[in-house]
């Protein structure tokens, strides 16, 4: 059985709703974490999210002017100042299948329906902690690797393609983006 | 954990994609614990939410009046964009909190109040008593929780109120496909059908 030391983390939490950033905070002290920054929007979190370069983002999606969907598509953006590879954790109360995909092709990292609970939120963290998923880039999206199941019968319109890879070696953005801090 | 240094980040070009893998830059804070480790981080986070609820009605009552006061400006200034918004916004924290604060069937009228903004061609020809019931519902829900019945009528009530919705939005989005779609999809919460 694995735990997560959480005194190791620092944590970005987004959302507009005063009472549900409480909640989240006080998960997240029991849980352990110290560190807990708190925005109420997306354009105050993106500024937080680059000065205190967080391991791991929660976000509510619908927020005035500058929404968590918004805010995850400016964090992963691959030339950016910041960490771009950060989990970032959508919870919100949009509970269709199709906003869950919407979310996924912003680069979201885990989706969290609302109403939260501890344990929800607490096996997310797990997730993207044990198991983080490669980085994919292609034209159009920058983020975890959407696939979750390896199925190489798959011939859907959006298969990839190329079987002999490259190898490049690139400097690391992690290194770029923290010593920008 | 923030400040520790990056390892690095590995590239693999394929024909129309770059697979980018990295070793974990949090796996430092992962450890094993053994059967002799009692320490249960999701009872502890439970017990202090607990701790808590005893703030969840006057937060509802906040959030209710939050709803009303949008509602208001709607009925002053008409259903420009802003108003709509905050509308919106007000039903949809009330449709993710309530649940949270002891008050799910809160939850799912304001629920159905969202699926009429966000789904009603033309929210200036919605009958106006169609969005004061679900307020109204909303705030006697949030204030008549205490009463011993109120649990089951308040769960009719946001049923009628879902079902009553449903079949307007339905009826008005009869050509419109993708709408209709997304009202008789399921939710991915699991008892979060009206």
Request: glycine share 4%; charged share 25%.
């Amino acid at each position: 059985m694995y735990r997560i030391d959480f005194n190791k983390l620092r944590f970005l939490v987004c959302d507009d709703n005063p009472h549900m950033r409480r909640i989240l905070r006080t998960l997240l002290h029991s849980f352990g974490a110290r560190e807990v920054y708190e925005a109420e929007d997306g354009a105050t979190a993106l500024e937080m999210y680059t000065h205190y370069v967080p391991d791991i983002v929660i976000t509510d999606w619908a927020m005035p002017i500058f929404d968590g969907l918004e805010l995850a598509q400016m964090i992963r953006q691959p030339e950016a100042k910041g960490n771009p590879y950060a989990p970032i954790i959508m919870l919100t109360g949009h509970s269709e299948k199709r906003r869950v995909t919407v979310a996924r092709d912003a680069g979201v990292t885990e989706f969290l329906a609302k109403p939260i609970s501890a344990k929800g939120l607490y096996q997310r963290i797990l997730n993207v902690v044990a198991n983080p998923r490669p980085f994919i880039k292609t034209k159009t999206y920058f983020g975890p690797d959407r696939r979750r199941n390896t199925n190489t019968a798959y011939i859907g319109p959006e298969r990839r393609v190329g079987g002999e890879a490259e190898i490049v070696q690139q400097p690391s953005l992690l290194d770029k983006a923290r010593s920008a801090v | 954990m923030a400040k520790q240094k990056a390892p690095a980040v590995e590239v693999t070009a394929y024909a129309n994609h770059h697979v980018i893998t990295q070793p974990n830059p949090l796996k430092k804070v992962l450890r094993h614990a053994d059967d002799k480790d009692l320490d249960d981080p999701v009872a502890r986070a439970e017990a202090a939410l607990a701790d808590l609820s005893g703030e969840f009605k006057s937060w509802m009552v906040v959030e209710a009046e939050r709803l009303s006061k949008a509602y208001a400006m709607i009925l002053e200034d008409g259903f420009h964009q802003e108003a709509c918004d905050e509308l919106f916004r007000a039903a949809h924290d009330i449709k993710g909190d309530a649940a949270t604060f002891g008050y799910p069937s809160a939850g799912a009228a304001a629920d159905s109040l969202c699926r009429i903004i966000e789904h009603a061609p033309d929210l200036d020809r919605v009958p106006p008593e169609l969005f004061t019931h679900h307020i109204n519902a909303v705030n006697a829900i949030v204030h008549d929780h205490t009463k011993l019945d109120s649990v089951t009528v308040a769960r009719q009530l946001s049923r009628k109120l879902r079902k009553v919705a449903d079949e307007y939005l339905i009826h008005v989005n009869r050509d419109r496909p993708e709408h209709l779609e997304a009202l008789l999809a399921p939710s991915i919460v699991p008892g979060d059908q009206p």
